[in-house]
């Protein structure tokens, strides 16, 4: 296994998407996820198996390759869980302008509270930290990337301070559908509750196989 400080474990990678946070983003999902929240839109993200071991250094290289993006968005599994290499990822990003906005299963409090250096590292480089488990029973589609109203958008930096006021207000949520090189399908974004289910359906009835990267919010 490649040394997990300076290499990543993806389980997918988009270069460039408008549906995982404020602007046009690179997205990386990390594989791997310990807290398995019911109704988890990702549970083939869970299993801590191998996927694509990639550099910090060749990631960081592919991200900066990508024009017009004004950050990157760190999403599961559990980024948290694999934070020493991201935090790596995120510093050289910062150091090149970009932003870097990280979802995690975990509080703030809690992410705090555990006194982990390496926890402590990605939370200097992150911008937006959108907080907390997926609880389906506090399922809401009013809030901008979020799946259910006990999660939260805290700002770790002024970066996105004048976006604050739109953080609890209804937006329309989107979906993106790529066609990967080797046919599969990759559904990312955001989707109304059973929209995104009633798509998959769709897909699959068609003999497609899509694979979620997506909050079904
Ligand atoms: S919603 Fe996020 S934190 Fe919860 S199980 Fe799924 S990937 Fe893990």
């Not at 930290?129 to 009013?142: K, M, N």
Request: charged residues 20%; proline residues 6%.
């Amino acid at each position: 296994m490649p040394d997990p400080r300076t290499h990543l474990n993806l389980a997918h990678f988009v270069a460039r998407t408008a549906c995982e946070g404020p602007g046009w983003r690179a997205a990386l999902w990390v594989q791997g996820c310990p807290i398995h929240c019911p109704g988890c839109i990702n549970p083939h993200t869970w299993a801590f198996e191998d996927r694509e071991w990639v550099s910090v250094a060749d990631l960081a290289a592919r991200i900066l390759a990508v024009a017009d993006i004004e950050g990157v968005t760190f999403l599961g599994g559990e980024p948290f869980s694999q934070a020493a290499a991201l935090a790596a990822l995120g510093e050289r990003l910062r150091a090149a302008g970009l932003s870097v906005m990280t979802f995690t299963g975990y509080t703030y409090e809690q992410l705090k509270a555990a006194n982990n250096a390496d926890w402590e590292a990605l939370l200097a480089v992150t911008d937006l930290l959108a907080d907390g488990p997926f609880i389906q029973s506090r399922y809401t589609d009013q809030l901008p990337w979020l799946g259910s109203d006990n999660q939260r958008l805290i700002l770790l930096t002024p970066r996105y301070a004048p976006l604050a006021h739109t953080f609890t207000a209804k937006r329309a949520n989107s979906l993106e559908v790529r066609i990967l090189p080797d046919g599969q399908l990759f559904v990312n974004g955001f989707a109304y509750k059973g929209a995104l289910g009633a798509l998959l359906r769709a897909l699959r009835a068609h003999h497609l196989t899509p694979t979620a990267g997506t909050e079904e919010s």
